[in-house]
């Protein structure tokens, strides 16, 4: 699995503002994140939702399933999986809201899973 830098935001981007270091997934169903984490703690991928008006924002991807990290386990490797629509070509960024969980290394993959 190649990964690629993945940007790590603390909060939601204003409206129209694009976060330095987008991942945008190119094909697949599955979006992989591996990373580091100092604390433990929720961290949640954030998607580029385009309005009608051609406004945009990052909102959260599944926000009722964020991943929980544990610094106690793989010395705080993590490896969460976000499942997506087939061939998905959307931009995402993850989300370390207020820095609380201190991620680092953050790396995505899309993959194409069974």
Same mark, same amino acid.
């Given at each position: 699995?190649?990964?690629?830098?993945?940007?790590?935001?603390?909060?939601?981007?204003?409206?129209?503002?694009?976060? %330095?270091?987008?991942?945008?997934?190119?094909?697949?169903? *599955?979006? +992989?994140?591996?990373?580091? =984490?100092?604390?433990?703690? #929720?961290?949640?991928?954030?998607?580029?939702?385009?309005?009608?008006?051609?406004?945009?924002?990052?909102?959260?991807?599944? %926000?009722?399933?964020?991943?929980?990290?544990?610094?106690? *386990?793989? +010395?705080?490797?993590?490896? =969460?999986?976000?499942?997506? #629509?087939?061939?998905?070509?959307?931009?995402?960024?993850?989300?370390?809201?207020?820095?609380?969980?201190?991620?680092?290394?953050?790396?995505?993959?899309?993959?194409?899973?069974?």
């Amino acid at each position: 699995m190649k990964l690629s830098p993945i940007a790590v935001v603390t909060s939601l981007p204003a409206a129209n503002v694009e976060p %330095p270091g987008f991942f945008r997934a190119e094909g697949g169903n *599955v979006i +992989s994140i591996m990373g580091q =984490a100092t604390n433990a703690g #929720p961290i949640y991928l954030l998607r580029k939702v385009i309005k009608e008006d051609g406004s945009f924002q990052y909102l959260p991807y599944k %926000p009722d399933r964020p991943y929980r990290t544990n610094p106690a *386990v793989l +010395s705080g490797y993590f490896h =969460a999986q976000f499942e997506t #629509p087939a061939k998905c070509a959307d931009q995402f960024v993850l989300c370390d809201d207020g820095g609380v969980v201190g991620i680092t290394g953050a790396g995505a993959s899309a993959e194409h899973l069974r």
